[in-house]
Each structure stands twice: as C-alpha cells, then as structure tokens.
C-alpha cells in the first residue's frame, strides 16, 4: 500500500489498515527512524491492557522457569 505526502507534509492511513487495527480519530501512531527505514507504529491509550494475553501460546512460564534452572546450575558450576 502506498500513500503520498501532500504539501504540508501530510499523508492518509489506507482503510484496509484503518480497518484491520480499528484505528479511528484521535488515536496516536508513532514514526520511527533507525536511519534506514521509517515504521509507522499505533500507541494504544493504555498499553499495559493491549498487551493483556499477547504472550499466550508462547509457554513463557515454562521457559522463564527452565532459563532459570539453566543460571542456576551455571553458577552453581562458577562456584
């Protein structure tokens, strides 16, 4: 999808995006530059309770606990 800038340095967001992250008027989105590239990313107005079940499917618990035992016998090891 491509959008063009106008005069004063505008631009639109298309609909299909609007759309499919139900943006609407009034929300914040963030541009940022890593000297390469430009990313247009949507700041939610509360983003602790956007990110409410994100992680599910991935099994952090397991692999948070299983990186632990791993650190644990490493220093037990450096000891």
């Given at each position: 999808?491509?959008?063009?800038?106008?005069?004063?340095?505008?631009?639109?967001?298309p609909a299909?995006?609007?759309?499919?992250?139900?943006?609407?008027?009034?929300?914040?989105?963030?541009?940022?530059?890593?000297?390469?590239?430009?990313?247009?990313?949507?700041?939610?107005?509360?983003?602790?309770?956007?990110?409410?079940?994100?992680g599910k499917?991935?099994?952090?618990?397991?692999?948070?606990?299983?990186?632990?035992?791993?650190?644990?016998?490493?220093?037990?090891?450096?000891?």
């Amino acid at each position: 999808m491509e959008t063009t800038l106008t005069k004063r340095g505008q631009t639109a967001v298309p609909a299909e995006i609007r759309k499919r992250y139900k943006l609407k008027e009034g929300d914040t989105l963030a541009w940022i530059d890593d000297g390469n590239t430009i990313r247009v990313v949507f700041l939610p107005a509360e983003p602790v309770k956007a990110l409410k079940g994100s992680g599910k499917g991935y099994k952090l618990r397991e692999r948070l606990l299983a990186e632990r035992r791993a650190e644990y016998k490493y220093e037990k090891v450096r000891s």
